[in-house]
């Protein structure tokens, strides 16, 4: 099985964007049964899970994404997607999901920037 994500891109803070992960060769029913995460990995720094969904739709988030992110599933596609709103430049980063117990191989991850919304400079003489 391959874990395929992809919806990456550049945004500005405040903005959003959808991922969408799709497990690649796996059967319905090995993918249905399976616990499925979200997992960050920002510049410098250690992957962190961010999101959890369980095989009866229960989720759980960490607090730095909690209220902005929503992760769901759609067993049918294969398919696991992470909703993310208000994005901030510090969610920048690389994002995998991932099978819970680690049965799966990580994918390549789609790449996440968020870019300030600047502040404006004035100059006068």
């Known amino acids: 099985v391959q874990l395929v994500e992809s919806g990456g891109g550049l945004v500005q803070a405040g903005g959003s964007l959808r991922l969408s992960c799709r497990a690649s060769?796996?059967?319905?029913?090995?993918?249905?049964?399976?616990?499925m995460d979200w997992y960050r990995q920002a510049p410098g720094k250690q992957r962190e899970l961010i999101a959890f969904i369980g095989t009866n739709g229960n989720t759980n988030y960490a607090d730095s994404v909690k209220g902005r992110f929503t992760i769901s599933r759609v067993n049918a596609k294969r398919s696991v997607y992470l909703d993310m709103n208000n994005l901030k430049p510090e969610d920048t980063g690389v994002y995998y999901c991932?099978?819970?117990?680690?049965?799966?191989?990580w994918g390549q991850g789609t790449q996440v920037t968020v870019w300030g919304q600047g502040t404006q400079v004035t100059v006068s003489s």
């Open positions: 060769g796996s059967i319905l029913s090995d993918f249905s049964g399976s616990d």
């Open positions: 991932y099978r819970h117990d680690g049965r799966w191989s």
